[in-house]
């Protein structure tokens, strides 16, 4: 009796374990081979957008006010992300993101820039060359202590702390 | 004492040459001129540091020595922005390689050396 209390245990066991680890492996597989490629590509898109986030070190803060998130939030919708946003001085603007892409609108055709992030890379170029052989004038405006540097045509205007305050054609 | 820490009033400011890198891609620019002369294949890269240290800025930026002739007589290099010097190189070797290709597309044909130049060792 005992033995046959053994034997149809282990039968059971045996029974039921295998095939259902069987089971479970091949739904995995399945599982892992019927993603669809629409679903890789969000997938990576998802990633890649992490990635970068993580990358750039960002940090997703809410404010009581959510000045923070807006600023985030403008800064990433127009391209700006990992960009040296802090070397454009805000101006009379909230933020310096908002100063420069009013100025990127204002001027673009004028440098030949094609997204806020490029004629953010030409100004901070053209502010390290025009600072040999340019001319220089003080401009009046919302920041105090502007100078306007120009030279072939352009002209920068820099605030005292080196950040930019404008950049266009003369 | 860091150099980073370095305030002098007169001073705008401070920055290190943390690399100098030689770049070649003579393929690419073989593609790029018109006719069969490769009027420069190779430029270089210098990157520096600034002195703010605390944030998240991008502490390190890349010059290159080669740059497009713009139809006002200036001229516009690559640049590019990192966290580290590898960053920056990076970015920098995309930005001009993107430059070059958009103003081959603007112009509609291969450039002439005419287009480029090479500026003085202590202007990048």
Not at chain 1, 56 to 77: A, F, K, P, T
Not at chain 2, 86 to 103: M, R
Request: hydrophobic residues 30%; proline residues 1%.
């Amino acid at each position: 009796m005992k033995k046959m209390l053994v034997f149809s245990l282990i039968f059971l066991l045996s029974f039921s374990s295998v095939p259902f680890i069987k089971n479970v492996k091949a739904e995995t597989e399945y599982d892992t081979t019927s993603i669809s490629d629409s679903t890789q590509f969000e997938s990576k898109e998802y990633n890649a957008v992490g990635d970068k986030l993580e990358s750039e070190n960002v940090e997703i803060q809410r404010d009581r006010d959510g000045d923070d998130s807006y600023e985030l939030g403008y800064i990433i919708s127009h391209g700006l992300l990992g960009k040296p946003v802090s070397s454009w001085h805000e101006g009379s603007f909230d933020f310096p993101a908002e100063s420069l892409v009013f100025h990127y609108n204002k001027h673009k055709g004028e440098v030949n820039a094609k997204s806020a992030a490029d004629y953010l890379n030409k100004a901070i170029e053209y502010r390290r060359t025009a600072k040999k052989g340019s001319k220089v004038s003080k401009v009046s405006g919302e920041v105090s202590g502007v100078k306007r540097y120009k030279k072939n045509g352009k002209y920068i205007d820099l605030a005292p702390d080196g950040r930019i305050v404008s950049f266009g054609k003369q | 004492m860091s150099w980073k820490d370095i305030k002098i009033d007169c001073i705008d400011e401070i920055e290190k040459c943390v690399g100098e890198f030689q770049i070649s891609a003579l393929d690419f620019f073989e593609d790029l001129y018109e006719g069969d002369t490769i009027h420069y294949g190779t430029f270089k890269v210098k990157i520096y540091e600034n002195q703010k240290s605390d944030t998240n800025d991008l502490n390190f930026t890349g010059y290159t020595n080669l740059k497009l002739i713009d139809l006002t007589g200036g001229f516009e290099g690559g640049i590019g922005f990192g966290e580290t010097i590898e960053q920056a190189l990076e970015d920098t070797i995309h930005n001009f390689i993107d430059k070059l290709s958009d103003f081959k597309k603007l112009k509609k044909k291969g450039l002439d050396k005419e287009d480029l130049t090479l500026v003085d060792y202590d202007e990048f």
